[in-house]
């Protein structure tokens, strides 16, 4: 039986001599697993259809296992985001981090298009010389998947006494999933310094669009403590 989805393209491995797996987040039945058979064989139609961040229409015929690609249709390529190497490596990582956290054939249209928003928000700054801006998408992504994958972070209170939050020296533990107070931070071995710009851009981040960010002005300080917290976050998480 042949099906076709809309999708993005997350992830690609070589298996075999000539063929290749694909992971594919797509808006109706969310990550699957799809196999393209010779791709890797010289003159390969699919080959240039099937790369990473593609928005394609994809038909696939599956009884069981992985489903087979049969044809591809190409939505958007990004182009644009693909001739900046720098830009597309920080894509590329990001997309690393969360597909890890993201169950099989679970689908969340919301997610789905979280993904698209975030690629066309990243197209359209590609060509800007303000590199900030590509670096609070980055982040805003990641944060916002975080809460739709279901790993809600609390940062209004402490996770630990619940009291609010005040300015201070206040600590990120992923563990606990949020932010810790200066009163209760000796309670946890492992955390993070978060400092209160910290903590209020991630609160932005949970309550705004994608699209609203490109308004945040962000520090560079700001932007190496919140990356240290996904990153400190996604390795506890595929720990």
């Known amino acids: 039986m042949e099906r076709k989805y809309t999708g993005i393209i997350m992830k690609k491995y070589d298996i075999g ?16 697993k799809v196999l393209a058979k010779g791709v890797r064989k010289s ?33 958007n390529y990004f182009s644009i985001l693909r001739r900046n190497f720098e830009i597309l490596a920080g894509v590329f990582e990001n997309f690393q981090l969360i597909e890890k956290m993201v169950q099989w054939e679970q689908e969340d249209r919301r997610f789905f298009d979280l993904m698209l928003s975030y690629l066309r928000a ?3 700054e590609a060509g800007s010389a303000k590199k900030w801006r590509i670096s609070v998408i980055n982040l805003g992504f990641f944060f916002k998947a975080l809460a739709l994958l279901g790993y809600q972070l609390e940062v209004n209170k402490c996770v630990l006494c619940r009291k609010k939050l005040f300015s201070g020296r206040n600590f990120f533990s ?20 978060a400092g209160e710009n910290c903590v209020k851009i991630m ?11 490109f308004k945040l002005q962000v520090g560079e300080k700001d932007v190496k403590q919140l990356n240290f917290v996904a990153r400190e976050f996604a390795r506890w998480i595929n720990s």
């Open 17 to 32: 001599e000539a063929d290749r797996m694909y992971v594919v987040y797509t808006a109706e039945s969310g990550k699957i």
């Open 43 to 75: 003159g390969a139609k699919l080959a240039g259809f099937l790369e990473n961040f593609n928005l394609v229409g994809i038909f696939v015929a599956k009884n069981h296992g992985a489903g087979k690609i049969t044809g591809v249709i190409v939505e």
């Open 122 to 124: 990243v197209e359209r």
């Open 174 to 193: 992923a563990e606990q999933g949020g932010i810790v107070c200066e009163s209760c931070a000796p309670k946890i071995s492992q955390r993070v310094s």
């Open 203 to 213: 609160r932005i981040f949970f309550q705004s669009s994608l699209e609203s960010l």
